[in-house]
Nanobody, 127 residues
């Protein structure tokens, strides 16, 4: 059974940093597309980062480009989202997601549908 568990959220002042973790079980994180989404109160869910865990083809939404970084630790079966220069508009529930497919060559991860989701971790940025 596939499980994704996010952690690392919290409250931080504008300009601060957080690192979110997404621990994957039931599947290896290797050679897989993983994504980070967020949903602010009263707003639709927004895709903010996509990454291929074996390197290459990382995609970021314009709203986070240059501030957020996707990474992974294959040995820990975990993906990360490093968030720097946080703004109040980054406040929301953050989710990681994947789907059950592995790739020999890095795909365009932002082009796929994500079917396995974590429960989310709250990020609150105060100005």
């Amino acid at each position: 059974q596939t499980q994704l568990v996010e952690s690392g959220g919290g409250s931080v002042q504008a300009g601060g940093s957080l690192r979110l973790s997404c621990a994957l079980s039931g599947l290896s994180v290797s050679r897989r597309c993983m994504a980070w989404f967020r949903q602010a109160p009263g707003k639709e869910r927004e895709a903010i980062a996509f990454g291929f865990t074996s390197g290459g083809n990382t995609y970021y939404a314009d709203s986070v480009k240059g501030r957020f970084t996707f990474s992974q630790d294959i040995a820990k079966n975990t993906a990360y989202l490093q968030m720097n220069s946080l703004k109040s508009e980054d406040t929301g529930m953050y989710y990681c997601a994947t789907f059950d497919m592995v790739f020999l060559i890095a795909p365009q991860c932002e082009s796929y549908q994500y079917s396995s989701w974590g429960q989310g971790t709250q990020v609150t940025v105060s100005s």
